[in-house]
């Protein structure tokens, strides 16, 4: 079973006098850290230091651009790509912590430096983009690119920094060129405005229980776990059930009060959408608004056309006839299992019709009907370390032979974060990772990779990479007991990960998962595969008190029900995914749009509008495409997910999981970052295009 669509500029130019003079000894980014792989020294590390370091890092980065674009000497690959891809060291060692810590352990303090450093950073990149003399260097080596005797990365560098450069608006004239960065500037502003809004009003949504009776269903580590979290809120006695990023709520699967059911699920909905400080319509109306502006200076008749112009899809017809072509089935798959979970209801007398809040209640019985698979049943089987050092990480060494080790002499930013050594299948150290699993208040939703130190040959650096995960926190003392669907959650962010660790790329702008939004979630989304793979699963799906296996009558039964409530599954994905192409398919003229109207008109237009499945995310709490860089982009789930099945089926075809087979895969794919076309990278590794068939069959979609 997969999962599937859960597992990274401006009005006025800064000049230099606005930045710190001299950088103070004390802050710790003025340095390369002396931890391996630099890893950052958390315990040095001060929430004063970032903004500081950040804005020294921009007049060091300024100063060194400039001087590549006033050199007197004739453009060069050298004097000129090569020294943009050195430059900016200490802004790029203090941006990637700061990117990670204020998505996963952000405060007031770091919000505040955030606002504060948004437009500055904006006008910063637009400094460089925008430097005529600079694009004029870059224009003069793409033009001769062919005569300069440059490797294929290199070339491909070349066109990359070119295309980078018009697409940021480098051939617009002057007037327009201020009137871009007067949009970026304000963009700038609304999308940190925007993710701080979702996460305080994430947290104050949270339900606030005083009768434990309520809980009715719901299993004991996650009542002790509620209580546990509104402890920490000052709440002693009673019990909190967070909300977690998606629409609907995993404690709906078990809530058997059906009034606090839709409470909950009332609660997720209303996000950003009921006035108050964090009401995000008047950000995200305008915000798309921004972007088709923005879009029409460039030369599109859209955001969608601009930003698919540079994926693997190229148009934004490409993205929608892929997702339009599986609405019927979806949809159509979708309301059989509604009207199985209908029968169910009338059987019991229930006397209502179903609601969304009642889906994921009477989808786990209809589970357990058809299956007799109970999640109760699976949880213990699935404790969190087990997964991830017998699954997780036993599966990657049986694939590509590398091997980890906990190690505790890294300072971290938060107590419960782990880091682990990663040693390459020769025994050398390959990289650092970090993983951190349980959610709070303070940290966005959903799960993500990053990376604290990317790996390039040209700068001699390794790659040090982050997974953050949002599974709920146990009481003292109790375990961690994972869902089916946050173990594979699990795999899909290490994917993502393997695809950091392996990166073997010169250059630093090509590095890791330096690729197109569309094909990003290839590697995650084929990693998840291994999750079911016998071997590995009979490796990590133990009871975490006796150590006994998954009984096989149980497997089978996961197996069987891998297809399960697909139809729902597929509609509410495509139901977000078709919003944000609508959102961002506006044209440049369109005035300010009414959120709660636009949304169902869009959804009803693509005929994926299904009053008991809405979209995965609502428009104001959809934070991938307003705060996430999925923009116009979160489609890419499903195109990168076409490969991935038809990647894992050439798995199949060819021996399975075998250690020639992982390493052709990390060799063609995996270490190869950005420096090809991913088309051209993917038909050299498969042997021609992908095929939409594997997809199908693993959804369930193909009728059989």
Sequence with gaps: MKLRFVAATLLFLIPLAAFADDPPAANPFFEKSSLPFQAPPFDRIKDSDFQPAIEQGMKQELAEVEAIANNPEAPTFANTIEAMERSGELLRRVQRVFGVLTQANTNP???????????????????????????????????????LGLDAESKFLVERYYRNFVRSGAQLNEADKTALRALNQEQSKLTNQFRNSVLADTNASAIVIDDKSLLDGLPDSD?????????????????????????????????????????????????GNHGGDNDTK????????????????????????????DEMSKTSENAIKLMTDMVPAATAKARAEAARMQKLIDEQKGGFTLEPYDWQFYAEQVRKNEFDLDEGRVRPYFEINNVLKNGVFFAATKLYGITFKERHDIPVYQPDVRVFDVFDADGKPLALFYIDCYSRPNKAGGAWTSSFIGQSRLLGTKPVVTNNENVTKPAAGQPALLTFTEVTTM???????????????????????AVPRDFVEFPSQFNEHWAMEPSVFANYAKHYQTGAPMPKELVEKLKKGSTFNQGFATTEYLGAALLDMAWHSIPADAPLLDVNAFE??????????????????????????????????YYAYLWSEVLDDDAYYWFKENGGMTRANGDKFRKMILSRGGTEDPAAMYRAFRGRDPKVEPLLEERGLTGK
């Design 491 to 513: 795999f899909h962010e290490f994917g993502h990960a393997l695809h950091g660790m392996f990166s073997n790329v010169k250059y630093p702008a090509f590095g890791g998962s």
């Design 282 to 309: 008047a950000i995200i109306t305008r915000l798309a608004q921004l972007r088709a502006q923005r879009a029409k200076l460039l030369g599109f008749s859209s955001y969608a056309s601009y930003n698919l112009a």
């Design 600 to 633: 169902p008109e869009s959804l009803k237009q693509f005929n994926v509008y299904l009053e008991q499945i809405p979209p995965r995310y609502r428009s104001t709490y959809f934070s991938h495409i307003w705060g996430g860089g999925y923009a116009a982009g």
């Design 109 to 147: 303090t770091l919000q505040k430096t955030q606002a504060a450093l948004a437009p500055k950073q904006a006008a910063h990149r637009d400094a460089i983009n925008l430097d005529p003399k600079l694009f004029a260097r870059i224009k003069s080596l793409y033009d001769r690119r062919q005569s």
């Design 223 to 271: 009542i002790a776990a509620a209580a546990e979290r509104a402890k920490g809120r000052g709440l002693e006695g009673k019990w909190l059930l967070t909300l977690q990023n998606t629409t609907q709520q995993p404690a709906q699967t078990y809530l058997k009060n059906r009034d606090l059911r839709k409470r909950l699920y009332e609660a997720s909905i209303a996000r």
